[in-house]
């Protein structure tokens, strides 16, 4: 204990005076400090990319959808519109060949197996049928079931 300095009889001022300052660690690193961590931050880094562009292709490969929901809406419960809506978003969506030729009970059919539980099979189905050739009434139910097989079928189904 020979190199501590004395401080008997100092006063409080000049013991402050003589201490040191404490010595500051190394600074942390910020860099992984295994290259495993690089090749986490690169696997992560791709899934995000790959993510990206899985949701951006799948965004604008759904246009066709917002599109036709924003036209139903526009067009209120008009089934002639409804009728018009559905078949142009059906030759979007599905080859041309499988949906253009399609008329009565077989376009019915195709609604329904694309997107089970749509409900045309009922009256919404005869209303669809009817709406191109004879004038009706707005149809509150066949836009419903317009709008549930807009937003729920399935193009790769069984055409």
């Known amino acids: 204990m020979a190199d501590l300095p004395e401080t008997?009889?100092?006063?409080l001022v000049?013991?402050?005076?003589?201490?040191?300052?404490?010595?500051?660690?190394?600074?942390?690193?910020?860099?992984?400090a295994t290259q495993g961590w690089v090749w986490l931050g690169l696997v992560v880094?791709?899934?995000?990319?790959?993510?990206?562009?899985?949701?951006w292709r799948r965004w604008r490969a759904?246009?066709?959808?917002?599109?036709?929901?924003?036209?139903?809406?526009?067009?209120?419960?008009?089934?002639a519109a409804?009728?018009?809506?559905?078949?142009?978003?059906?030759?979007v969506?599905?080859?041309r060949r499988k949906v253009a030729?399609?008329?009565?009970?077989d376009w019915l059919e195709f609604l329904d197996r694309t997107c089970p539980g749509a409900g045309f099979s009922g009256a919404a189905g005869?209303?669809?049928?009817?709406?191109?050739?004879?004038?009706?009434a707005p149809n509150p139910e066949l836009t419903r079931s317009a709008r549930h097989w807009l937003k729920s079928h399935r193009p790769g189904a069984d055409a």
Do not use: C, H, V
Request: charged residues 25%; proline residues 11%.
């Open 45 to 55: 880094l791709l899934t995000l990319a790959a993510l990206g562009r899985w949701g």
């Open 101 to 105: 030729g399609l008329l009565g009970p």
């Open 126 to 136: 005869e209303a669809l049928l009817r709406a191109p050739y004879r004038e009706q």
């Open 62 to 79: 759904n246009a066709y959808r917002r599109a036709a929901l924003a036209e139903l809406e526009a067009a209120g419960d008009d089934p």
């Open 14 to 32: 000049e013991l402050l005076d003589m201490l040191r300052p404490i010595p500051e660690p190394e600074p942390i690193s910020m860099l992984p």
């Open 93 to 95: 969506a599905f080859p």
């Open 82 to 91: 409804t009728a018009g809506i559905l078949r142009r978003a059906a030759l």
């Open 8 to 11: 008997d009889g100092r006063n």
